[in-house]
């Protein structure tokens, strides 16, 4: 696995690595997750494939609320930053 250089700013934001997290509830995790970060801040999710459903899903329930980043994109993870405007 490469390491990835992380600037002091994404150090100190949470990550949430959803391969962690049983199926059944990974998506309501997620969003609830989500729903703990305040304006101006994010979190970084790990996810074993590009989550495009999850993405949709999102949207959906935030509108444009979470502002997406792509830090990694596969092949063995990606990582997003989900941000919060």
Known sequence: M????????????????ARTIPHAIR?????GALSAIAPGNALILVAPHDPLP???Q????????????????????????LSRR
């Open 58 to 81: 999102i949207a959906e329930r935030e509108g444009d609320a979470i502002a997406v980043s792509y830090l990694q994109r596969g092949p063995e993870e990606w990582r997003l930053k």
């Open 2 to 17: 490469k390491e990835l250089k992380l600037t002091e700013a994404q150090q100190e934001t949470p990550v949430l690595d």
């Open 54 to 56: 999850l993405l949709g």
């Open 27 to 31: 998506h309501a995790t997620i969003f």
